[in-house]
């Protein structure tokens, strides 16, 4: 059986890889950002637009599309690709993650999860094959294993049981995958803050390692403090299969992007372009700028000096404010636009940039400016060296 996602390791430096993941929708050059498309749509933005910003991949959440239209209705129409227009890749996350994000709203066994929408109160339940079934229907190219999601700061007590119930849940999803000549399946690697729990998270998990297409690190970016989330992804990332991608789920703040790339990272998502730039904040060389206020009144500048998206060729700061302060949807689309833009171009410029051999110094004069610039109040953290023993 011919495998449907297979990733070829260009060059590396240091840690850092350039690479390229081929699909059965197409070839995504590594590294890489990829923008949520929650139902089926990246928010504020047209398929003609992501494919303008050369967006390789989009995701799409399988708990959103299973509530709504429901995943036999997107099936009936060929799946998610045609239903949304979109002929690149497709990456569908298990729904775990917004399951276990409901708190009081489910409960989880063995079996799966019982939950209530949170759209209407119905009751609902996910398990491991029903996570595949309707990722199955939608049709995308990468499917993710649904695996127990703990909270940010878990204990080690907690976490144990975790890792060994998404081990047992990720076979299941392997058994369940009745396409696995078209779409491939990712695991995730959980463990918290730990990185001995780490270990054993991606040491059972690589028992199924034929079954997976890549491997996923679930379990940051949730409220943990940076300099943890940098000392375990320094730690375990290099430790994953070097001829897989690998997936850091939930990133896309500039910063924590280039920590992952350094740390041998292939692909990222996160809602926050999208959020943030519907609430009038942009991503720029000198860090983030809140267009809303008032300092940029009279700004005839673009959003980002420099940049040469469509927003910032054809718009000012002083009329993208007015667009916010007068509630015209323009203005959300083009700080969408140019959020978008700005993090496939950032994950762009790594990559030339490790294949160039110079990816240290290309991260470290993109901080100099960002974190040290006239726009940005952010706060560089600390690295933490990972050491093995480090289980705090």
Same mark, same amino acid.
């Given at each position: ?35 949520v498309g929650t139902q089926a ?5 047209? %398929? ?18 299973y509530l709504n239209p429901g ?17 690149? $890749? ?141 000392? +375990? ?31 041998? *990272? ?6 926050? $372009? ?13 860090? #983030?700028?809140? +267009? ?27 009329? *993208?404010?007015?667009?916010? %302060? ?24 790594? #990559? ?7 990816? %240290? ?20 953290? %600390?690295?933490? $060296? ?7």
């Amino acid at each position: 059986m011919n495998k449907p996602i297979k990733y070829t390791l260009e060059v590396k430096d240091g840690n850092a890889r350039a690479g390229v993941i081929e699909t059965p929708h197409g070839k995504i050059e590594t590294p890489v950002f990829m923008p949520v498309g929650t139902q089926a749509t990246v928010k504020a933005m047209t %398929k003609e637009e992501l494919e303008e910003i050369n967006s390789q991949i989009i995701l799409g959440n399988t708990y959103h599309l299973y509530l709504n239209p429901g995943d036999d209705l997107v099936d009936d129409f060929g799946g998610l690709h045609k239903f949304m227009r979109w002929d690149r $890749p497709i990456l569908t996350d298990s729904g775990g993650f917004q399951v276990f994000s409901l708190g009081s709203l489910r409960r989880i066994k063995e079996e799966g999860v019982h939950f209530r929408s949170h759209l209407d109160g119905s009751k609902h339940f996910l398990s491991p094959e029903k996570s595949i079934s309707i990722q199955n229907n939608l049709g995308s190219d990468i499917m993710m294993v649904l695996d127990e999601c703990p909270p940010g700061m878990s204990s080690r007590e907690y976490l144990i049981p975790s890792i060994e119930r998404t081990t047992r849940w990720a076979k299941r999803c392997i058994d369940a995958n009745k396409n696995k000549d078209r779409q491939g399946l990712f695991a995730i690697v959980q463990g918290g803050i730990y990185e001995d729990l780490r270990d054993k998270s991606f040491e059972e998990l690589s028992q199924y390692d034929e079954d997976f297409a890549g491997y996923a690190l679930g379990g940051l970016a949730v409220g943990e403090p940076r300099e943890d989330m940098y000392r +375990i992804l320094e730690y375990i990332t290099p430790k994953l299969p070097e001829n897989k991608p690998r997936y850091l789920m939930g990133v896309g703040e500039p910063l924590d992007m280039l920590e992952a790339v350094e740390s041998g *990272i292939d692909m990222m998502d996160c809602v926050q $372009p999208t959020r943030i730039g519907r609430h009038g904040t942009v991503f720029t060389k000198y860090g #983030r700028l809140v +267009i809303k206020n008032k300092a940029y009144e009279l700004d005839d500048r673009p959003l980002d000096e420099g940049c040469d998206c469509y927003a910032c060729k054809n718009y000012m700061r002083g009329y *993208i404010r007015h667009l916010f %302060k007068a509630k015209e949807i323009l203005g959300q689309r083009l700080a969408t636009y140019h959020n978008l833009h700005f993090l496939i171009k950032l994950m762009n410029d790594s #990559r030339e940039a490790i294949k160039e051999g110079r990816f %240290k110094e290309f991260k470290d004069e993109f901080i100099k400016n960002y974190a040290q610039g006239k726009e940005s109040e952010w706060i560089i953290p %600390k690295r933490i $060296p990972a050491t093995r023993d480090n289980t705090r």
